[in-house]
């Protein structure tokens, strides 16, 4: 089954709210085995509106309609629909009676421009409303549908789960339609989405030379990966199995993460940190913790970034002793005793790897200097990374690295790059105990 989600409000193509709703929607569709090739975004002009549902309806089996059911003059979805159907409004008092009652609730009277949010087109159904006044609308028109929800997201999202679902679960079964969709996202740092899509050519070549295509030309059932810039994240890739059931595509899933594992290995090493929300700073937890080691952190440019962002992993108190942030150059001379002379080098780097170890009592230090930018600093260009690694029974090691972009990406980038050279080098040492976290 094909569904076109439509958002409607001015404020969406101004920019002045990000339409969040299409993109749940879209991830809980896929979840359901519902396909959904296009989405739209349309303002608050009856025409427009109008022939956008149109459009959509020409080309899929249905639509779920976000926003335009609140009380003003510009919410004008349920008009719209009912041009679209070619029925009239018909005021249902029951509804009117619901909206006055929330109202009364809190103390308040209703306005006469809330009775219009009880106006309700000929032949649709009622999604009852229980968490603010607009009630949705399932409106059939002959073998299609039309779902209206209103834009608030999370009155959204409990009437989908209450009442779209269910209607286009219903449906699917009636046409023998029965299939859910799932993603997984493995995710990169260190190569180029063309460098990305080198390496996995020959899988994505026979992937495509596997799947069949259904009547819709949707590939059938089986597997395709797609590429995601996510700009200070690194590139994902993503993973997306369509089976008949969720324990099917999972299967297929952890089939194929491993196909796309070994050809990214072999093409570009070890640049795959995690999966789905497994940040860089859980990838280097997990080293740690797996390897009972300590760590402490000394950051000049990029100013507790990489400090703050390993403390968002729950339980970080338990591996991360602590952090220096030696902005000026007197702080990393007399905290943690970088020698006199220049600070953005890769010997400032190791000395201030090794002073945050001793000064933390940590396994393992990390140290990051260099120029964010705009100008130069000690003849250095911006840009300009340097990373220390101290670990206790290794010699201390640094890294040099040119990252793109203004100063707040430079940092950002900084931060990550840091992070990546540690969760490398913990790799690099022998596990404690057989076997390795990929």
Not at 105 to 131: E, K, L
Not at 332 to 355: N, S
């Amino acid at each position: 089954m094909r569904i076109e989600i439509v958002a409607v409000g001015t404020e969406l193509l101004l920019g002045q709210i990000a339409d969040t709703n299409s993109a749940w929607l879209g991830d809980r569709l896929a979840a359901a085995g519902v396909t959904s090739h296009f989405h739209q975004a349309v303002g608050d002009n009856h025409e427009r509106i109008t022939l956008a549902f149109r459009t959509a309806l020409a080309r899929s089996d249905g639509i779920i309609v976000c926003g335009g059911l609140g009380p003003t003059q510009d919410d004008i979805t349920r008009e719209a629909i009912a041009d679209v159907m070619g029925v009239e409004l018909v005021r249902n008092q029951e509804i009117v009676d619901l909206i006055a009652g929330f109202f009364q609730t809190r103390g308040r009277t209703m306005s006469a421009n809330n009775a219009r949010q009880a106006d309700v087109p000929v032949g649709a159904a009622i999604i009852p409303q229980v968490m603010g006044t607009a009630p949705g609308l399932i409106c059939p028109l002959g073998n299609k549908v039309i779902y209206a929800v209103p834009g608030v997201p999370y009155e959204m999202a409990e009437m989908f789960e209450r009442g779209i679902l269910p209607d286009l679960r219903a449906r699917m079964a009636a046409a023998g339609e029965q299939s859910v969709i799932v993603s997984r996202t493995v995710r990169t740092w260190g190569a180029s989405e063309s460098g990305l899509a080198e390496a996995l050519q020959g899988r994505i070549d026979a992937l495509d030379a596997n799947d069949a295509v259904e009547p819709d030309g949707a590939p059938a059932g089986s597997v395709t990966l797609a590429f995601l810039a996510s700009g200070i994240e690194g590139i994902k890739v993503r993973i997306t199995a369509r089976a008949a059931t969720l324990d099917a595509a999972a299967a297929v899933l952890d089939v194929e993460e491993k196909e796309v594992r070994k050809a990214i290995e072999a093409e570009l090493g070890d640049i795959v940190f995690g999966v789905d929300d497994e940040s860089m700073e859980v990838a280097v937890a997990s080293q740690l913790i797996a390897r009972g080691l300590t760590l402490g952190v000394a950051e000049s440019l990029t100013g507790g970034l990489i400090a703050s962002r390993l403390v968002n992993v729950p339980g970080a108190s338990a591996w991360f002793r602590g952090g220096v942030v030696a902005y000026h150059e007197q702080v990393k001379f007399d905290v943690l005793g970088v020698p006199v002379g220049p600070v953005v080098t890769e010997a400032a780097a190791a000395a201030m790897a090794e002073g945050v170890r001793r000064a933390t009592g940590a396994d393992v230090g990390l140290g990051i200097t260099g120029v964010a930018g705009p100008d130069d600093q000690e003849g250095v260009a911006p840009g300009t990374i340097f990373v220390g690694l101290s670990l206790a029974s290794e010699s201390t090691s640094t890294r040099a690295l040119r990252l793109p972009g203004d100063r707040e990406r430079v940092r950002q980038y900084g931060a990550i790059s840091a992070l990546d050279l540690l969760r490398r080098a913990l790799i690099d040492l022998e596990a404690p105990s057989a076997g390795r976290e990929a």
